[in-house]
């Protein structure tokens, strides 16, 4: 249990401590700039999340609470959502990437609806987990990328404030952090279309179906 808490220390500690604090900038500066940052940050994320998982599978863990099969069917409707809105923000420009930025046309698609829709879903995936598995070691392990996740979303707004303060004021006054904050948007769905939905169905029906073999446990 204690490789596991030092695992998930070192992932937040990455995540919030590093790349979503003030500190990042003295990281870059002393990497020798942006690329360097990147390509070493990344690295250590790879082998935190490696660390994250071995630790979690050799962890003895506390059994907590069992989940009873209804709530297994809202976790599985659950990650149905966060499947969808993964490949809906893949598959579409993210305004609050660096070197994309907010276009011409403004916010279109799943971006109406809310400007974190990957984590968004990262989100909902932990949550999920942790509510399906019920152990003291998957509320550890997922939690730690619930915790990023969420408090990702406010970093990441910062940033692209600090960047370019006409382009967040243009993206704060259309979209919110908070799915539906700014209302419905009738014209997301037509922006969206329905392939794009589909993958994310196709993709969490074949996780379903795959699960015991990849995972380890049956989702139904």
Do not use: C, Y
């Not at 003030?22 to 490696?50: C, D, M, N, Y």
């Not at 993210?94 to 989100?123: C, D, K, Y």
């Amino acid at each position: 249990m204690i490789s596991l808490l030092l695992a998930a220390a070192l992932w937040l500690g990455l995540h919030l401590g590093v790349s979503g604090s003030p500190l990042r900038g003295r990281v870059v500066a002393a990497l020798g700039g942006e690329k360097a940052f990147r390509a070493v940050f990344t690295l250590a994320s790879f082998g935190s999340i490696a660390w994250l998982i071995l630790a979690w599978r050799a962890a003895p863990g506390t059994l907590l609470w069992v989940a009873p099969p209804a709530v297994r069917g809202v976790v599985s409707l659950l990650m149905l959502v966060a499947f969808v809105l993964f490949v809906l923000s893949v598959a579409g420009k993210n305004p609050t990437a660096v070197g994309q930025g907010l276009g011409p046309e403004g916010v279109r698609g799943i971006t109406r609806v809310t400007r974190h829709p990957m984590l968004w879903s990262f989100t909902i995936w932990a949550g999920a987990h942790m509510l399906a598995n019920g152990d003291s070691s998957s509320l550890i392990f997922f939690g730690a990328f619930l915790v990023t996740a969420l408090a990702g979303m406010p970093s990441i707004d910062a940033k692209l404030a600090a960047r370019d303060p006409a382009a967040w004021a243009r993206l704060a006054a259309e979209t919110s952090i908070i799915p539906f904050g700014k209302g419905w948007q009738p014209a997301a769905l037509r922006e969206i279309g329905w392939v794009r939905p589909a993958i994310g169905v196709l993709a969490w029906a074949a996780m379903a179906h795959l699960h015991p073999w990849l995972i380890g446990v049956p989702v139904w």
